[in-house]
């Protein structure tokens, strides 16, 4: 059976693929990459709730470093910047998600004081308003959950990587 040129080209880039993907598979299996790949855990926290008008969440951001290393994360799109800069949470009334209601930004490079240092087996907490993003202020019953996939970290040496995470989901309830 004699293949045609254009489904030998084809045949072969397949190949080549198929190869490509078991090379880079077999790479992410080594330890070192393992403990890179474990995603950070965020919990949430309701810390006040107001629903006196207007009414006010006070939502407590935690971080945990659960690794041996020390990291510099980048504050971006995190409650770390003291502020609404990027729609980092996904928020629902009644199971009907919220629009983001904040700024954005798009930014150049990062600085040195755009990063913020991590400690071994250490933690970060922060607090912000909920409703200076999202429209908090109906009866109903909320939920809110960090929605980033990853965080920007910089190691010991200066090289930045993504590193996963997750976070808990909190409820609470607006009556009046």
């Not at 930014?107 to 240092?117: C, H, S, T, V």
Request: glycine share 8%; aromatic share 10%.
């Amino acid at each position: 059976m004699e293949l045609r040129g254009t489904t030998r080209r084809l045949l072969c880039y397949f190949v080549c693929l198929l190869c490509a993907a078991l090379l880079f598979s077999c790479a992410g299996s080594s330890g070192a990459q393992t403990e890179t790949q474990q995603p950070m855990m965020v919990t949430l926290n309701i810390l006040d709730l107001s629903e006196k008008a207007p009414v006010s969440v006070k939502l407590g951001f935690t971080l945990h470093n659960d690794t041996a290393n020390r990291y510099e994360m980048l504050k971006w799109g995190t409650p770390f910047e003291g502020e609404f800069n990027d729609n980092m949470f996904d928020v629902t009334r009644d199971d009907q998600p919220l629009p983001y209601l904040g700024r954005q930004f798009k930014r150049g490079a990062p600085q040195k004081e755009d990063f913020i240092e991590m400690a071994p087996h250490g933690e970060l907490s922060t607090s912000l308003l909920l409703e200076n993003g999202y429209a908090v202020n109906q009866p109903g019953h909320y939920t809110v959950q960090y929605r980033k996939p990853y965080l920007t970290l910089r190691d010991g040496q200066g090289e930045e990587q993504l590193r996963p995470i997750m976070s808990n989901r909190v409820a609470f309830d607006i009556s009046r």
